[in-house]
């Protein structure tokens, strides 16, 4: 109530030592999620070239990809010898399995890294970020893949004579919407899909997730904490801490659903099991990240539902996916339409952003409507900041480095700010008068 009227009573701007126009505006954030080495120089135009800079270094990632690790698979398989029905063997399939998980890791790094660098000051607004560039980026890849493997696919089967259903030799037919639909290229692409999305995406990375999350960066923080007595206290604790929890999930569920949807262009043969591993696998990251928020991460706090409702809008188009792969499926046999050539590419084009469209107004505008109503009576009525502030040791003041060290050096506040570490809230000290007011003695009562 405090912060709402001190907002309504600053609508015209003040001054403050000798500064005037400044404002306050209403912001949904907590302390904790505050980046505060980032106030002062991450202006909206400055995040906005940091971030057009940042499709270009992921586009630099996808070729450093693409040319060190994936050349030289297809190439492989482009030049390996197919006649009489040979294929390559399991070595082959492992490899791919173990490309697609390194150009996923490697989109991974990359965008927290661009994620850090554009300098957003709340955490949620990182996430979010982070979140999209990481589906954009993975999309790269898969994009990637399934042009390399048409254009192989392609090769491969015209050398070897293949033919429509018709007998029309595949060499023979320059559509590119009628060789997408014979047979041979469907179930080449059709594997390809299935191969890249089980178990290389859906399944492999998760099981490999604990060791660099949980027991890599344990075993080597005790390793080096105990061979160096120098390391002690807090710096000791930080060597031996986990990795904090981040929203990337969504993008990893959002790129395995786009996955799923792809399957649907292709014969059915693959889609079950593409399912079936889909759903196996999402058994085994929900109770992978249902240990670790309870057992290793050592918190996280996220203030507001921006990372939710970007994923909301992330799925729409993924969504549109079913719609165009319906029309592309319903094409010369529903009776509606018979499309030949780039036509049934407009309509399947049609179809998506038919979809698109309609699910983002869904979100934007029917979802908030059917959301819960408030309640009548305020939980949080009486609330005040003292009384908040004596329970919850982190808050805008103690969550503030520069702001505890300017009690302590420049006001000579005794006792001064106390700087939030979690875990140590037992060692903060009360000063009411600047605004500390958490006690742990009083606050376990």
């Avoid at 927290?112 to 709340?122: L, T, Y």
């Avoid at 105990?226 to 930080?238: I, K, M």
């Avoid at 499309?339 to 699910?359: E, N, Q, R």
């Amino acid at each position: 109530e405090a912060m709402e009227e001190a907002v309504d009573r600053a609508v015209d701007g003040f001054e403050f030592e000798g500064n005037d126009g400044i404002y306050l505006e209403m912001l949904e954030a907590e302390p904790d999620t505050v980046q505060w080495v980032n106030f002062g120089h991450s202006s909206p135009s400055e995040k906005a070239m940091k971030l057009i800079a940042g499709f270009g270094i992921i586009g630099l990632a996808c070729l450093f990809w693409a040319i060190v690790f994936y050349s030289p698979y297809a190439y492989y398989v482009m030049t390996f010898n197919y006649e009489n029905g040979r294929q390559p063997g399991f070595i082959v399939g492992f490899a791919f399995s173990m490309i697609v998980v390194v150009g996923n890791a490697i989109m991974y790094e990359v965008c927290a890294q661009i994620s850090d660098w554009v300098g957003f000051r709340f955490k949620d607004n990182r996430e979010a970020c982070y979140m999209m560039l990481y589906t954009v980026a993975c999309m790269f890849n898969v994009a990637l893949d399934f042009v390399t493997t048409y254009f192989t696919a392609e090769k491969v089967m015209e050398g070897l004579g293949f033919r429509t259903y018709f007998g029309v030799p595949l060499q023979d037919v320059t559509e590119f919407t009628a060789k997408f639909e014979t047979y041979g290229m469907q179930r080449s692409l059709a594997e390809n899909t299935y191969a890249y999305a089980f178990p290389s995406t859906y399944l492999i990375p998760f099981l490999i997730e604990p060791f660099p999350t949980i027991l890599a960066p344990l075993w080597l923080g005790r390793l080096i904490v105990r061979s160096h007595s120098e390391l002690q206290g807090r710096f000791a604790e930080a060597w031996l801490g986990m990795a904090e929890m981040e929203m990337g999930r969504y993008a990893d569920l959002l790129l395995n659903v786009i996955l799923g949807f792809l399957i649907f262009y292709f014969p059915g043969g693959y889609t079950w099991m593409l399912f079936l591993g889909m759903a196996g696998s999402h058994v085994w990251i929900y109770l992978f990240d249902h240990y670790r928020v309870l057992r290793s991460i050592p918190s996280c706090t996220f203030a507001s539902f921006d990372v939710e409702w970007w994923a909301q809008v992330m799925l729409a188009p993924i969504v549109g996916i079913i719609a165009a792969s319906l029309a592309f499926k319903s094409n010369c046999f529903s009776g509606l339409y018979c499309v030949k050539g780039p036509g049934i590419v407009a309509i399947c084009f049609t179809a998506w952003l038919a979809s698109t469209l309609f699910h983002l107004a869904m979100v934007i505008h029917l979802i908030p409507m059917l959301g819960k109503a408030p309640p009548e009576e305020d939980p949080a009525a009486g609330e005040t900041f003292p009384t908040l502030a004596a329970k919850v040791p982190c808050s805008w003041f103690t969550a503030n480095p520069v702001h505890c060290l300017r009690s302590k050096h420049v006001y000579k506040h005794e006792p001064a700010c106390s700087y939030f570490v979690l875990g140590k809230a037992d060692l903060m000290h009360v000063n009411k008068a600047i605004g500390c007011f958490y006690e742990e003695a009083a606050a376990s009562k």
